[in-house]
């Protein structure tokens, strides 16, 4: 059951400033950046930012960015330290040491034509509109009125789902498809093996952050930001409160952790 309780939530800080090895995770939009319309605009609060830096700076801590987004808009948007590490299209794409993502020649071929039906389905209909990712396609409906939603979704899993080898998921005001199953949870193991973290803290507000919750065990803290059933131990309101978060977790890192 999930905890809103904030003296849990504290006593749960200070256990994983503790860690040897610290790696904060954090989703974007929606948790380090209040959700607005138009996604190249989302831009993460001062508050957390500084908080970031902080965490970043510590010794013995990595701070990750795990997001849907193609890691082109992360890195555009999130005004990070070059030491954070991003993390996009849900686990395919890394910023580290200059790693890109390659696609099967197969693979290829089926996303293109996923963009062609999914394109399709979102042709003519205001309010819709689709994010090429390396791996997919996003069909965002956050500016559709609600009887456009069900026709342009209906119609885009009547299309899509004749395809083979694509892999749908279903967000706040967005239908996701990728040509690889890659998730959050697969971005967050990859990112405990890099820096070798002995604790994980990773925070998210949407359905496809479950994923990345999945990815945590004994020793780890998983908190949901706003509404909604959640496999995450404990809770917060918003990104406000997730900036305060952060920059309890920086004071405690840097009093009983090994900055």
Do not use: C, W
């Not at 925070?203 to 059933?229: C, H, M, Q, R, S």
């Amino acid at each position: 059951m999930t905890s809103e309780d904030p003296r849990a939530l504290s006593d749960a800080l200070g256990r994983l400033a503790t860690t040897p090895r610290l790696l904060v995770a954090l989703d974007f939009d929606g948790t380090l950046a209040p959700e607005v319309d138009a996604p190249l605009e989302a831009r993460a609060l001062p508050e957390a930012l500084a908080a970031i830096s902080r965490l970043a700076a510590a010794e013995s801590t990595t701070v990750a960015l795990v997001s849907g987004r193609d890691l082109a808009s992360l890195s555009a948007i999130s005004e990070t330290p070059d030491e954070v590490l991003l993390v996009g299209s849900h686990g395919i794409e890394l910023r580290m040491d200059g790693h890109e993502t390659s696609l099967t020649p197969d693979e290829v071929a089926a996303r293109a034509r996923l963009s062609d039906a999914v394109h399709a389905a979102a042709a003519g209909h205001e309010g819709v509109f689709v994010e090429e990712k390396p791996a997919g396609l996003a069909l965002h409906t956050r500016l559709a009125d609600d009887e456009t939603t069900e026709t342009v979704l209906a119609e885009a899993r009547r299309t899509v789902g004749a395809l083979d080898g694509i892999h749908a998921r279903t967000g706040k005001n967005v239908l996701e498809y990728a040509v690889r199953s890659t998730g959050k949870n697969d971005g967050i193991d990859r990112l405990r093996d890099i820096v070798g973290a002995t604790g994980v803290l990773y925070a998210g507000d949407d359905v496809t952050d479950e994923d990345g919750f999945a990815a945590l065990g004994e020793g780890d803290l998983a908190v949901k930001v706003g509404p909604g059933e959640s496999r995450a131990g404990h809770r917060v309101a918003d990104p406000q409160a997730v900036a305060r978060l952060l920059a309890e977790l920086a004071d405690l890192r840097a009093h009983l952790g090994h900055s």
